[in-house]
Nanobody, 123 residues
């Protein structure tokens, strides 16, 4: 059974930082691209960041570029999202996505999804 379990969300003030984690199980984590998406109330789920199986190739949405770093630890089957200089517009539920052939930007590329973790940024 495939599982993606996110953690690390919470309430933070503008300019603060959070580190999200996603622990994967039930599939061969080390061969797949992974990603993070987010969904704010009343909006579509949108791409945030992704990386390929090795972590050497990364992609970022323009809205977070320079403030966010995605990384992975294949020994621990875990992908991370370090978020700094947080803004109110970063408030959303953040979803871990897995099972991509290469770690792109499209939702359709990812086979597996977590339940999400709430990130709230107060001004």
């Amino acid at each position: 059974q495939v599982k993606l379990v996110e953690s690390g969300g919470g309430l933070v003030q503008v300019g603060g930082s959070l580190r999200l984690s996603c622990e994967a199980s039930g599939f061969t984590f080390s061969v797949y691209g992974m990603g993070w998406f987010r969904q704010a109330p009343g909006k579509e789920r949108e791409f945030v960041a992704s990386l390929n199986w090795s972590g050497r190739t990364t992609n970022y949405a323009d809205s977070v570029k320079g403030r966010v770093i995605i990384s992975r630890d294949n020994n621990k089957n875990t992908v991370f999202l370090q978020m700094d200089s947080l803004k109110p517009e970063d408030t959303a539920v953040y979803f871990c996505a897995g099972g991509s052939s290469y770690g792109g930007r499209l939702r359709e590329e990812f086979q597996y999804w977590g339940q999400g973790t709430q990130v709230s940024v107060s001004s």
